[in-house]
Every structure is written in C-alpha cells, then in structure tokens.
C-alpha cells in the first residue's frame, strides 16, 4: 500500500512537471476511481475522421437519415443531437466549401434516404450541397438567419406535433448545450438556444414552447449563461422548471450526466473544443448513456464524483490524443493545477 502511494505522489509529480514544460507527460494515472476503466476511443485522423468513426461504430448498418454539421465553428450544430437521435440518423461533419472524402464515402455507405444540411451557406456552403446531391438525391437545409432560428427550425422539422419536454441553453457557447444534448435525446425533447442574458424568454422561443406543450421544461447552465429571468419566463410554459447548473462547464455537464441516475457505461469528449462532444452528443443519445466534457489532460472532482454516483465502470473516449489524452480519465485536475 505505501509504496503504491508513492508511486501516485510521483506519478502526479512527473504529470505536473510535464505539464509545466509544454511536454507530453509520461506517467498519467494517479488512481483509478470510478469511470477509469477505458473501454476504447472512437478516433480519426482528424474531427471529421473522428465523426466518421463513431458514425461506424453506432450504424454497422444504413440509416434513414444523415445529418451534415459544420466542423470548423459550432453555432448551428448545438442543437443537432438530439435531433439526430430521435431520427435514428448519423452525424457527420464538414468544411465549409468542401465534403471531405471520408465523409462522402460514409454517406455511400450509409446509404440515407435524405441528407439535411445544419446551417445556412455561411455555415455549409454550395459546394458541400452539390457534394451531398451527387450521394443522395433527396438534400434539404434546415436553417434561419442566425444559431437561435437554426435552432427553432431543428425543432420544428423535427417535432411537428408536441414534446415531452424541453431544453434551454444559451448560444454564446457550446460546452452545455452539447452536455445537454444527451439528456435532451434520452427525454425525447429538443434543446433550443437562447441568448441568455436578455429580459426574459424572447417571444420567438415562447411561441415554440407553447406549440411544443412540454410537461417540463430544464435550463442547462448557471445564471451567468441563462439569466432567471430567462428562467421565469420558461416557468409560465411549463408545470415543471428546474435548472440544472454547476460552477463550470465541466461541474455543469456532470450534473446534468448525474439525472440518469445509474449509468454503467458514459462517452467522455473534450469540453475544450466543440467537434468530438458534437458528435458525442448524438452518439450518447442514440445510445441513452451519458456525455461528460473534461479537460484534455484531466477532469476534476465533480466528475468523478458523478461517475461515482452513477456505478460508471468504463467509458469511452471520443477523439484522438491531441484531443484528450490517455489516462485523462484516471487523473484529478486538482493534482496538476495549482
């Protein structure tokens, strides 16, 4: 047992030091507690590999649907998750001007009845549409004029009728919308982005919740990001109203991971850039398991403690090593910041 421990002291001490000096570290894991236990990584060269990947491992098969997101920003996409689960469809990404070619070939693959494009031209350009036509004859785009109408058509095409429920999260970001994509597919609901810090609920927003008629409605993310009065306005839609919030990105997507209640199994993606946790979020969905976003070299106490809470015995990486490291998963934050 003693020599176990220093063996821990001098693991976080090699990880420290690395850290410190821009360098790889070559001793990561500190303790195994649970949620350690990698089950693999779902990896490409690059993000639109990475998308590729977990496309093939969710869908051995052909889908009815392809959804194609922008992998160079994130504003139109935040909401595509759930969307993309509730369809039974593959996420995938693309450059602006061009289709990559291990896109393309896994739309052939999958041999989709429609392929809808996420985002205006700015987001996905002409050249991408022509792309996609040459694959799949049936191409639409779901767009508005900026990432909030993107959002409330996602959800419009997608639930014509009414929605169980609903989630709120804002714009400015991406780190809790996509944490709250997961929950949103398990709960059957959209989440729709607001700009959060306004004098209530726009009315574009709170037209939709009331067609949508949800029995409850969750705001994902601390006041800073969604105001209360934000908030208030959601309470006059919905029976039920709560948020669900931590001090951070990465406290927030553990919180929002802990409503599954158990989960023996989770994907976790970096919270430091958006394309893996994008996709991460349809895939997380589809497979009704949780998403937790962490640090590309650790993650901190509020995950652990959820994965904890949760029994998590193993998790999956989603993305390469640039992206988050091997053993970020057995490694406190609190051992290399200071």
Known sequence: MKSTRHAQIGAAIAVTAALALGAPATAETVSAPPGGNVEGRLAGADRFGTAVAASQHAHPGTVPVVYLASGVDFPDALSAGPI???????????GRNELPAEVGAE????????VVLVG??????????????????DVVRVAGANRYETSRALAEAAFPETAPAVFIATGRGYADAL?????????GAPVLLVEGNTAGLDAASTALVERLAPSSITVVGGTAVVSDRVLRGAEKLAGTVTRIAGDDRFATSAAIASTWGTAPRAYVASGENFPDALVGS??????????????????YDSTFDSQGSLGTASVTLLGGPESIKDGSTTLNCANIHS
């Open 84 to 94: 993309v689960a509730k369809e039974g469809g593959s996420l995938l990404l693309t």
């Open 107 to 114: 739309i052939q693959r999958l041999q989709p009845g429609r």
């Open 120 to 137: 205006g031209t700015a987001a996905i350009g002409d050249r991408v549409e022509n792309a996609a036509r040459a694959l799949v004859a």
């Open 179 to 187: 944490s709250a994509g997961a929950a949103a597919a398990k709960a």
């Open 282 to 299: 349809a895939l997380a969905g589809a497979e009704g398991v949780p998403l937790f976003v962490i640090r590309k070299w650790c993650q």
